[in-house]
């Protein structure tokens, strides 16, 4: 069974920084691309950043880049979403993707290239 388990979730001032991180179990975790999204109360899923399978390639929406930065380590199953400089805005829960119809993939902007998904884990920046 495929499992996506986040966390480095919690609250953080504004100017902050966090770390999530994401363990990823039964899948071929290093053949396939990965990505962040995050839910904001009251509006629709968004995409955050996106890594492909070798880490050679990476994706971020305009709001966070520059200040979050995606990593992974195929030898720990991990993938990783640095987050610096955080704002109020940036508050919501943050979920983990993977990518598991095809291997050695690019990364992806688009939530529905995506078909497995983490539980979450919650961010709170206070002003």
């Known amino acids: 069974q495929v499992q996506l388990v986040e966390s480095g979730g919690g609250l953080v001032q504004a100017g902050g920084s966090l770390r999530l991180s994401c363990a990823v179990s039964g899948l071929t975790f290093s053949t396939q691309a990965m990505g962040w999204f995050r839910r904001a109360p009251g509006k629709e899923r968004e995409f955050a950043a996106a890594i492909n399978w070798n880490a050679g390639r990476t994706g971020y929406a305009d709001s966070v880049k520059g200040r979050f930065t995606i990593s992974r380590d195929n030898a720990k199953n991990t993938v990783y979403l640095q987050m610096n400089s955080l704002k109020p805005e940036d508050t919501g829960v943050y979920y983990c993707?993977?990518?598991?119809?095809?291997?050695?993939?690019?990364?992806?902007?688009?939530?529905?290239?995506?078909?497995?998904w983490g539980q979450g884990t919650q961010v709170t920046v206070s002003s």
């Open positions: 993707a993977a990518v598991s119809r095809y291997r050695y993939g690019n990364w992806y902007r688009a939530a529905n290239e995506y078909d497995i």
